[in-house]
């Protein structure tokens, strides 16, 4: 079994900036894909933004410019870095692995952006 652990939401204003972790614990043999989702009320979740092993990264258009998705694979952990955060940043962020063919989810972060 694999465990997801999210870590880093919160309340920032506008402008500001927010760093978002996740952590997998369990039996890994193999993590393929790391990625960030977001579900604003009342609308559906999105990908926000990718990593795959071998490095290569890939952005939602809202997002390319101000947010960096990296990876530590010897901690087996994820990052997000937002910057110049927006209100419609505002949402739930959820974390997902492919765990060795099989994928995980964080149980999800609240991000919020509000003066």
């Known amino acids: 079994q694999v465990q997801l652990v999210e870590s880093g939401g919160g309340l920032v204003q506008p402008g500001g900036s927010l760093r978002l972790s996740c952590a997998a614990s369990g039996s890994i043999f193999s993590i393929y894909k790391m990625g960030w989702y977001r579900q604003a009320p009342g609308k559906q979740r999105e990908l926000v933004a990718v990593?795959?092993?071998?490095?290569?990264?890939n952005y939602t258009d809202s997002v390319k410019g101000r947010f960096t998705i990296s990876r530590d694979n010897a901690k087996n952990t994820v990052y997000l870095q937002m910057n110049s955060l927006k209100p419609e940043d505002t949402a739930v962020y959820h974390c997902n692995f492919n765990v060795d063919f099989r994928e995980y989810w964080g149980q999800g972060t609240q991000v919020t952006v509000s003066s």
């Open positions: 990593i795959i092993s071998g490095g290569t990264t």
